[in-house]
């Protein structure tokens, strides 16, 4: 048995806006984990709907509510906020739409930071049952079934792959966090990236933990997912000190291979211009975003998922 002290601790951090009938699900499995964590941190975008003590925080003595206005949520400044509360040797950070597959993911990840190198664990996303083929094809691109551990060597062989993290379910070793100066603030999109790329440029090692696993997925429509990428190519263009020398383009024609191969391979057919045309829009999107310094500012704002961002 190992006793108390030994064991490391373990903090959530989970930022939200307008939860849906997810968030409770997701509360309750990490409740009931076979590592417990030692408290829940919600940080929540006020709204007209929003969260209040008595929703979530009577819940569980571990659980703790910060609103924030609409105007001070950021990507990375929100979750900052969430660690600065925190103690715990880990923090975990998570959207509020995942949800734990079973009661080992903390666990899972934990295992990963037996190497003192790694400074971020991030698990397996699943698609749910209600994903259509497109989307589970993607996921199993992104989050295959094997683990991997990424590090400065690899960004020949990976490109733009080597810096991937999720901020969906990810752990971090607080103290690597601090030391790096945490995510960076005034974000547009892709916080998590960004860290990944100062960490593994300062030595470290990023790990994907395939046993971890959350259920986690989208049904974006062909403009929100040009939306998407348009902000995802903001945050690369930005930072070019972490992204010039990487490739983003030969990731895209892999999965477009990938998943035509795999409907193809169900009989789905009818499936394949769809996606074309969604990854048309995706390219299209992330095209204007590496170049909106070019945009009228009004674009930028309609092109954007973030508009608080350009305001």
């Given amino acids: ?20 009938g997810k968030f409770p699900l997701l509360l309750d499995a990490l409740l009931s984990q076979t590592h417990l964590p030692s408290h829940i941190w919600i940080v929540n975008t006020r709204s007209e709907s929003d ?3 008595t929703d979530w925080c009577t819940k569980d003595a571990r659980i703790s509510l910060r609103n924030i206005s609409e105007k001070e949520f950021d990507h990375g400044a929100t ?17 509020q739409d995942a949800v ?16 003192t190198q790694v400074a971020v664990a991030y698990a397996r996303q699943v698609a749910d049952g209600c994903a259509d083929s497109i989307e589970k094809l993607t996921r199993c691109f992104n989050y295959p079934e094997t683990d991997t551990m990424k590090s400065l060597a690899d960004k020949g062989r990976l490109g733009i ?14 103290r ?9 603030e005034r974000m547009i999109f892709n916080e998590d990236m960004l860290f990944a790329a100062k960490a593994i440029n300062s030595g470290c090692y990023i790990a994907y933990s395939a046993e971890a696993e959350v259920f986690h997925s989208h ?5 929100q997912q040009l939306k998407r990428y348009f902000d995802l190519a903001v945050s690369q263009k930005q930072n070019p000190f972490l992204f010039d020398g990487v490739s983003s383009e030969g990731e895209g024609v892999r999965l477009v291979r990938y998943v035509v191969s795999g409907l193809a391979k169900k009989g789905e057919w009818a499936m394949v211009p769809y996606f074309i045309w969604q ?5 299209l999107g992330y095209f204007l975003g590496y170049r909106y310094e070019l945009l009228p500012k009004s674009w930028r704002k309609s092109l954007s998922m973030n508009r608080n961002y350009w305001k």
């Fill in 1 to 20: 048995m190992i006793s108390d002290f030994q064991i490391p601790s373990v903090d959530v951090v989970i930022p939200t806006y307008h939860p849906d």
């Fill in 51 to 53: 969260l209040s003590e």
């Fill in 79 to 95: 979750r900052n906020l969430g660690a600065s509360l925190s103690s715990a040797d880990y923090l975990l950070f998570m959207t």
């Fill in 100 to 115: 734990p597959c079973n009661a080992g993911l903390i666990e899972s990840l934990l295992k990963a930071f037996s190497s």
């Fill in 161 to 174: 792959k080597t810096y991937f993290c999720s901020n969906v379910c990810a752990m971090y070793d607080r």
């Fill in 176 to 184: 690597r966090f601090v030391e790096l100066g945490g995510f960076p």
């Fill in 219 to 223: 049904r974006y429509t062909c403009i």
């Fill in 279 to 283: 990854s048309a829009f995706k390219y």
